[in-house]
């Protein structure tokens, strides 16, 4: 898991850090003393976790798009970032399906002026080590396998979403080979890998569209829960189990870049690979009150019923395992609302969860 000594004044370059993933991977690498600075466009919500935990006090700040290809640039060489992780996204399925030019905009293109920002910054003879592509476990070809996909099964994607995390993947792969091979590390110093996570939940997500925050709005509004797909299966992990792997790959491809930059999977125990309607009754339970659900009927967008991530190499290879279970993520995004709810400090509460991970084992 992440080494704080190793983090101490690190520079990291994080784009997409004003979501809900971005902003729980600031607070996580502020916890561990790294200096962060975060590019992306404003919040996508209101409220947003980024804003309610302070997040802008806590990194350098640079509101901008990431198809801006020149303030991006611009903006990674002042950084002189060690290491860059690459989150910003267009994240949501049944949004590609209304608007699949911008998603591909962002998730591929956005990913091209990324790489292409790295590639003039290493010719230049910067302190660049380390660049983590985040992707997601949708870019691999959905065939409803009852197992886990490998990193070396088949990319695809069926909705614009899908399809623009599986070319990311491409692209990444193609400049790893053209730019970035491992066999010629010595020369231009760059370890690159993409990292593939599950469904991530956690506090302070109020995204649209998305099992978790649609269960929160219509728990804090006292409305029965709506949900669509109750027999749907997916890789469902807290937010920080992923977070965890990030940090720990990006720490072995700076000690190791050639061993290292490959794709790889972060996803929960397949015990934690759960049904939409087991999650939701879970939530409702441990919420506790009237809080009640139904399943709605009707025609919805496609979407993958069974999904789940083999992570066999991250465990074996990186030594990392997911520490939370699906039971423990739940308590804490309960705890995390009700503060919310109560007007709590959730800054303090988030902060908390993030040290109650670093310090856990796994089954404690």
């Known amino acids: 898991m992440p080494n704080e000594r190793f983090w101490s004044d690190m520079r990291v370059f994080v784009t997409g850090h004003t979501g809900f993933k971005g902003s729980w991977l600031c607070l996580f690498l502020s ?27 806590m990194v350098t700040n640079i509101q901008a798009d990431i198809r801006d290809r020149e303030r991006l640039r611009e903006s990674l060489e002042k950084a002189d970032p060690d290491i860059v992780i690459h989150m ?37 003879g910067k302190r660049i080590r380390s660049v983590i592509i985040v992707t997601t ?18 990319l695809g994607g069926y909705d614009p979403y899908s399809s623009s995390k599986a070319c990311a993947e491409l692209i990444a792969s193609s400049y790893r080979h053209s730019f970035f091979h491992p066999d ?27 099992l ?19 027999k749907s299966i997916r890789p469902w992990q807290h937010v920080l189990e992923p977070i965890g792997g990030y940090l720990l790959l990006a720490r072995k491809l700076h000690e190791n ?19 939409v309607e087991w999650i939701v009754e879970t939530l409702c339970r441990k919420w506790g009150g009237q809080a009640a659900y139904e399943v709605v009927q009707g025609i919805q967008p496609h979407e993958a019923c069974y999904l789940q991530l083999d992570c ?20 804490k995004i309960v705890e995390w609302t009700h ?23 796994r089954g404690s």
């Not at 007007?343 to 993030?354: A, H, M």
């Open 312 to 331: 066999s190499k991250a465990r074996w290879s990186l030594g990392w395992q997911p520490k939370w279970d699906i039971s423990q993520a739940i308590e």
């Open 31 to 57: 916890t561990l003393g790294a200096k962060v600075t975060g590019y992306s466009l404003v919040p996508p919500t209101n409220p947003n976790m980024f804003t309610l935990c302070g997040i802008d006090q």
């Open 88 to 124: 910003a996204a267009q994240p949501l399925v049944r949004e590609s399906y209304q608007s699949p030019a911008e998603t591909y905009e962002m998730n591929a293109l956005g990913t091209v002026y990324l790489l292409e920002a790295v590639r003039s910054l290493s010719t230049k």
């Open 212 to 230: 978790f925050p649609d269960c929160i709005r219509a728990l804090l509004q006292g409305q029965t829960i709506k949900i669509r797909s109750p």
């Open 184 to 210: 010629a590390y010595s020369k231009h110093g760059v370890g690159l890998a993409t990292a593939r996570a599950g469904n991530v939940i956690g506090g302070g997500d109020w995204a649209k569209d998305r």
């Open 257 to 275: 870049g050639p061993l290292y930059s490959e794709g790889w999977n972060f996803g929960p125990n397949p015990d934690d690979v759960k049904t």
């Open 339 to 361: 503060a919310y709810r109560e007007r709590k400090d959730v800054k303090s509460i988030s902060i908390k969860q993030v040290e109650e991970y670093l310090d856990s084992k």
């Open 137 to 154: 476990d949708k870019c691999y070809e959905n065939k409803e396998w009852p197992w886990g996909y490998r990193e070396n099964d088949p």
